[in-house]
């Protein structure tokens, strides 16, 4: 059998490769300079496996990889593109195209609802860098040695971690830090490793970013889980990389221990499913114990059909992982290009669901996570001669509020809940009076 290696190994490709892969997408000279205005902004990164297993070259630049791992022209504004774009055609030094790219960045809300602000836990004066606490059960960790990818996603919300400006980037100097926290909260169980991608660390060093969690005086901690895109971007780690055995002996550790292991994989598009080498991975996962759920926002351009989440989610049940959330497309970065309005979402989510066979009805959407909590969109009703949203908070900052069901009055542009205005209330539940 096949892995589609193709006798390579890793080897992350960057910005000054985009002349040769806008050629090969039969961009001109012109739609190339674009390209490369919006790398000097935005993170731009890939792999062998993304360019030659993944895309499918004959419909580029219009085919959905090609669309979900390249800069697009839309995804800066058209007079931050010029700018940029101006500054490149004329050699412009290193130090004044970074300051005008940072300008462009700080513009573009890097760290959306309460990120740095409102999640960032302390606690008796200590102030807990990398990581943060949103809900009273789970703690999100951001090891260091994992906050970057095997390739970004054009639309991913945490952007700012990967563009080299230290103030905007979430990062843990080690596990010392999370234990630290742990201990002197007693209410958390779950634990979110998360970046970037943990799975770009060697087996040695994830282990010493997981194995302190293992520890019996830590026995409440009962789920792990670990966010990741390798499973698509990068299935080798799991299959050929010189440690993917010892990698996957670790995780087994993992769920001997006791602990629930989910392997939060981000698949936005069924492709990302078709390989054999991916295939392969997925059984080699669920070997160890651990289960894996998927999730993606849904995206413009990318999957932003019902016919797409319809083949995504029963190729997720069928390789025998859990359709977990369909994500609405935050409020940062270059959301004004991949953004689906919530009326759209909300409809491509139904029609696809009303598709689907029980075992794949797991998964939930279109869900905002928002500064509140997480809220899902569970549909449009007409009350009262009103048509509105119905909502749901899922989770919530304020653990009373779980499961409060709430309207809004539709909107056929609304891309976000600060985009609503409350129907039937004066406020929405989570507001204060």
């Known amino acids: 059998m096949s892995l589609g290696t193709r006798g390579y190994g890793f080897r992350a490709i960057g910005a000054r490769e985009l002349p040769s892969i806008a050629a090969r997408a039969g961009l001109d000279a012109a739609q190339a300079r674009d390209l490369a205005a919006v790398a000097a902004v935005l993170p731009f990164r890939t792999n062998r496996y993304v360019l030659d297993e993944l895309i499918d070259w004959t419909r580029a630049p219009d085919d959905p990889i090609f669309r979900l791992t390249m800069p697009h022209p839309r995804m800066l504004a058209d007079d931050d593109r010029a700018e940029i774009a101006t500054l490149l055609a004329h050699d412009a030094s290193a130090a004044d195209i970074r300051h005008t790219a940072t300008r462009i960045r700080k513009a573009m809300n890097p760290h959306p ?3 740095r602000t409102l999640n960032r836990p302390a606690a008796e004066g200590e102030s807990f860098d990398g990581l943060q606490h949103k809900y009273r059960n789970t703690v ?3 090891p260091r040695n994992g906050q970057t990818c095997h390739a970004y996603c054009a639309y991913c919300f945490r952007w700012a971690q990967f563009v080299g400006e230290p103030d905007l980037r979430m990062a843990a100097a080690g596990p010392e830090v999370l234990i630290r926290y742990l201990d002197r909260h007693p209410e958390v169980s779950d634990v979110l490793v998360t970046g970037g991608d943990p799975m770009i660390m060697s087996a040695d060093v994830l282990a010493r970013h997981l194995e302190p969690l293992l520890d019996p005086r830590l026995e409440r ?3 792990i889980r670990i966010g990741t895109k390798a499973l698509a971007f990068w299935p080798h780690r799991f299959v050929t990389d010189p440690d993917a055995d010892q990698l996957l002996k670790l995780l087994t550790r993992i769920t001997e221990s006791g602990r629930h292991l989910a392997i939060m994989a981000h698949v ?10 991916v295939r392969h991975a997925i059984r080699r996962l669920q070997a160890t114990g651990a289960v894996i759920r998927c999730q993606s926002p849904i995206v413009r351009t990318v999957n932003d059909s019902a016919d797409d989440w319809i083949t995504l989610w029963r190729n997720e049940v069928r390789l025998g992982m859990i ?6 497309e935050r409020d940062t970065g270059p959301r004004d290009h991949f953004a689906v309005p919530l009326a759209a979402a909300t409809a491509i989510f139904t029609d696809a669901y009303r598709a689907v066979p029980g075992l794949a009805r797991t998964v939930r959407g279109p869900v905002m996570s928002a500064t509140p909590g997480k809220v899902v969109v569970d549909g449009v009703a007409t009350i009262a001669d009103r048509q509105v949203f119905a909502l749901r908070l899922l989770q919530a900052r304020d653990e ?7 309207f809004a009055n539709y909107s056929d542009t609304a891309r976000w809940l600060d985009d609503l205005t409350p129907a039937f209330a004066p406020r929405f539940p989570y507001e204060q009076p």
Do not use: A, K, N, W
């Open 113 to 115: 609802e309460g990120q």
């Open 140 to 142: 999100l960790y951001f």
């Open 221 to 223: 901690i009962t789920s």
């Open 268 to 277: 936005s598009h069924s492709r990302e499913l078709e390989t054999d080498v």
């Open 323 to 328: 359709p977990y959330y369909m994500f609405v």
């Open 400 to 406: 009373s509020l779980v499961g409060t069901p709430f």
